[in-house]
């Protein structure tokens, strides 16, 4: 047994030796070939490098936690929107299973607007767009850049829009039923009244004297 791991921790120094390294005289072999650390072992089920000291309820080494003791960390300190739940492993690592919400488990928690396939029922109308499909996610914020149809702000006339950031061409009051005044294009992209449209007709003025006073 004591030959086959040196034969183990040989062939492993010379893969390391192409990388310009080698392992320690205290580094332990795994029965995989991976090489743990000195002042680590290798936990015969899992073939994962352990701290020696792993278990004594105290951080220290490399170990990220040890029993009860977490080092101050929380699910929320890992990028969890809660900070309950978070554990430590018989290998003295976290184990996160208990942890909830979190950009890419697939599901919108926090302030997300979407996880991965899951966009809320949204899609590129709900957007701005006057087309349905394209909406994606990315980094658990809504994707448009393959959204399409155009929406209102582009400053091209789309969909239903009578006009979009200039005044609609060729068009006046007299369009919408007045006699005068230019029509302009709302922040909305709908019709606009640019200079006050208005009807022509009669203005009662009352005179100063009555009229048949010389």
Not at 107 to 121: K, P, R, S, V
Request: hydrophobic share 30%; with cysteine.
């Amino acid at each position: 047994m004591i030959a086959a791991d040196r034969a183990a921790a040989l062939l492993a120094c010379l893969v390391a030796l192409s990388a310009g390294a080698c392992i320690e005289p205290r580094s332990a072999v795994c029965g995989d070939g991976r090489i743990c650390p000195p002042g680590s072992r290798c936990d015969p089920q899992s073939n994962f490098c352990e701290p020696i000291d792993c278990g004594d309820g105290v951080v220290s080494g490399n170990e990220m936690c040890d029993g009860n003791d977490l080092n101050g960390m929380t699910c929320k300190d890992l990028g969890y929107y809660s900070e309950d739940g978070l554990a430590c492993t018989k290998t003295c690592t976290f184990d996160t299973f208990r942890c909830v919400g979190k950009c890419g488990d697939g599901a919108i928690n926090g302030t997300e607007q979407c996880d991965g396939e899951q966009l809320g029922g949204a899609d590129c109308r709900s957007r701005g767009f006057y087309k349905g499909p394209g909406l994606a996610c990315s980094s658990c914020t809504f994707d448009t850049s393959g959204c399409t149809g155009g929406t209102c702000g582009d400053g091209i006339k789309n969909g239903p829009e009578p006009c979009d950031g200039a005044p609609p061409s060729g068009r006046t009051c007299l369009d919408i039923g007045f006699e005068r005044g230019l029509l302009g294009c709302s922040e909305g992209c709908g019709l606009a009244l640019e200079e006050g449209c208005a009807n022509l007709g009669w203005n009662v003025v009352k005179p100063k004297e009555p009229f048949w006073r010389a």
